[in-house]
């Protein structure tokens, strides 16, 4: 059984930086596309991020892309979401998750795993 749990979400000001970590039991993240995901009020859900489970290539959404990076820590068996220059709009709740898919999979349907989410907040 694959459980993912997320942590590291907070208040911070814009401009300020937090780091959401994602450990994982059950399965290797080396062995799972890793993929982050975030949802606003009143909002769909919408892709982050994501790190291949094979290459460990990375993908952005245009929205991340430059402030935000996905990494992966094998001996920790975690994922982390770096993000630097947080903005207003980056406010939602970032959901782990993991893909038995090859490549950069960044569809959420795809996604078989999932963490129970952790709360961003940016005050403008």
């Known amino acids: 059984q694959v459980q993912l749990v997320e942590s590291g979400g907070g208040l911070v000001q814009a401009g300020g930086s937090l780091r959401l970590s994602c450990a994982a039991s059950g399965r290797t993240v080396s062995s799972l596309g890793m993929g982050w995901f975030r949802q606003a009020p009143g909002k769909e859900r919408e892709f982050v991020a994501v790190i291949s489970r094979s290459t460990g290539s990375t993908y952005y959404a245009d929205s991340v892309k430059g402030r935000f990076t996905i990494s992966r820590d094998n001996a920790k068996n975690t994922v982390y979401l770096q993000m630097n220059s947080l903005k207003p709009e980056d406010t939602a709740v970032y959901y782990c998750?993991?893909?038995?898919?090859?490549?950069?999979?960044?569809?959420?349907?795809?996604?078989?795993?999932w963490g129970q989410g952790t709360q961003v907040t940016v005050s403008s």
């Open positions: 998750a993991g893909a038995l898919l090859a490549g950069l999979v960044t569809r959420s349907r795809d996604y078989e795993y």
